[in-house]
T-cell receptor
Framework: DAGVTQSPTHLIKTRGQQVTLRCSPK?????VSWYQQALGQGPQFIFQ???????QRGNFPDRFSGHQFPNYSSELNVNALLLGDSALYLC????????????FGDGTRLSIL | QKEVEQNSGPLSVPEGAIASLNCTYS??????FFWYRQYSGKSPELIMS????GDKEDGRFTAQLNKASQYVSLLIRDSQPSDSATYLC??????????FGSGTKLNVKP
């Protein structure tokens, strides 16, 4: 039973560029959430997708956008990259029941030069 | 804004001791509570879930929940150096809303 998978594992970009990160949820999960985790901080909620729609959003600018596909996989897009976007980006999947835990992928380490 | 508060630590305990990690949350509407362990440079790994008041034990781990005091804790018995990590408290609400604390760093000294 495959868990949550994310790609790529590492990425280096320069300021102003755009990036796309990808996530495939755990088998049986239909909800995907994205988090940004800066060094020494807890995960900060970016947004959540269910039924191919953004259902919830954290306090992140519109430069952060996403998509969910019919097979429940998801993408996170970040435009006009800033140095402060350097972080570990985590994808978590869950079922929409709302009380079961999220399961995390291994994350994508994004470095902005 | 829903808040989840944890002492950042580091919490240092000797090998074999009990480590006690604490978390408070601000919203009484919270429905589910989780502890995740995160090793440096790795993603969070779920270690405990608890949904009702009282204690829940799983091996060397015990989660304790007190909804009246809005408090959840994690006890690690017989702490091992391999338990050295950051422990994240997460609180869940309706429809998959989750909030994380900033984590407590635990150091277990051999």
């Amino acid at each position: 039973d495959a868990g949550v998978t994310q790609s790529p594992t590492h990425l280096i970009k320069t300021r102003g560029q755009q990036v796309t990160l990808r996530c495939s949820p755990k088998s049986g999960h239909d909800t995907v959430s994205w988090y940004q985790q800066a060094l020494g901080q807890g995960p900060q909620f970016i947004f959540q997708y269910y039924e191919e729609e953004e259902r919830q959003r954290g306090n992140f600018p519109d430069r952060f956008s996403g998509h969910q596909f019919p097979n429940y996989s998801s993408e996170l897009n970040v435009n006009a990259l800033l140095l402060g976007d350097s972080a570990l980006y985590l994808c978590a999947s869950s079922m929409k029941t709302g009380v079961e835990p999220q399961h995390f992928g291994d994350g994508t380490r994004l470095s902005i030069l | 804004q829903k808040e989840v508060e944890q002492n950042s630590g580091p919490l240092s305990v000797p090998e074999g001791a009990i480590a006690s990690l604490n978390c408070t949350y601000s919203d009484r509407g919270s429905q589910s509570f989780f502890w995740y362990r995160q090793y440096s440079g790795k993603s969070p790994e779920l270690i405990m879930s608890i949904y009702s008041n009282g204690d829940k034990e799983d091996g060397r781990f015990t989660a304790q929940l007190n909804k009246a005091s809005q408090y959840v804790s994690l006890l690690i018995r017989d702490s091992q150096p391999s338990d050295s990590a950051t422990y994240l408290c997460a609180v869940g609400y309706n429809f998959n809303k989750f909030y994380f604390g900033s984590g407590t760093k635990l150091n277990v000294k051999p």
